[in-house]
């Protein structure tokens, strides 16, 4: 029941445009298929971290307003500085179907794991959903001790692993029929997603203020 619950939850948070699925589509376009599940592979390192500090007390920090602003100003610098990369990237065409790095410019791009890891703490949307919906995950599994929590967390990684290797198969296929300036125009569109994206959690905190 844990796996399972746990799993479609999961999922249906997946599947609502964020970040993580901003950067798994924008990555699979520059890298191919593996950048979805290395960027799970560093989304599930953070959240294993998390659950155990959740485990050891940590929840009453995530609902603090200081922390949340904090995440929500530092996520928001990321998400502008990933944005503007992007768009950057497009206008000095270093985007390309054959390799998004030109000769000349050299591979410079974020490791999927270490942008999985980033783009998930850059969201503080993610914080919430732990401190509330996560946790309360936690404390059911408890109840049947270590195998519960392994349920619960193998569920949920599982889930953000089908869902983001099916988005990061579809875009990388897509690569070999797409046009160029349709592959451009994905990106573009990622790019300034991000940048609004990264503006409105830093805006958030000044106007909320």
């Not at 798994?24 to 376009?29: D, G, M, P, Q, W």
């Not at 768009?87 to 942008?115: F, H, I, Y």
Request: net charge positive; glycine share 14%.
């Amino acid at each position: 029941m844990l796996f399972g619950t746990a799993y479609v939850i999961a999922m249906s948070g997946a599947m609502i445009p964020g970040p993580m699925l901003t950067v798994t589509v924008a990555e699979s376009a520059r890298r191919g298929f593996w950048a979805g599940p290395l960027m799970v592979l560093g989304h599930g390192i953070l959240e294993l971290v998390l659950v155990l500090a959740l485990l050891a007390g940590l929840a009453s920090y995530l609902t603090r307003t200081d922390v949340t602003n904090v995440i929500s100003v530092a996520g928001g610098v990321f998400l502008l500085y990933m944005g503007f990369n992007i768009l950057r990237d497009l206008k000095l065409g270093r985007l390309s179907l054959e390799g998004t790095a030109s000769s000349r410019g050299g591979d410079r791009r974020m490791n999927p794991v270490a942008a999985g890891i980033l783009v998930s703490l850059s969201n503080p949307y993610w914080s919430f959903w732990w401190a509330a919906i996560g946790l309360t995950y936690l404390t059911l599994a408890v109840k049947s001790g270590w195998m519960g929590v392994a349920a619960f967390f193998s569920g949920h990684i599982l889930a953000d692993l089908s869902w983001y290797s099916l988005i990061s198969l579809g875009v990388s296929a897509g690569r070999n029929v797409i046009k160029p300036v349709v592959y451009q125009a994905v990106l573009g569109v990622c790019g300034l997603f991000l940048l609004g994206l990264g503006a409105w959690f830093i805006g958030g905190v000044f106007i909320g203020a």
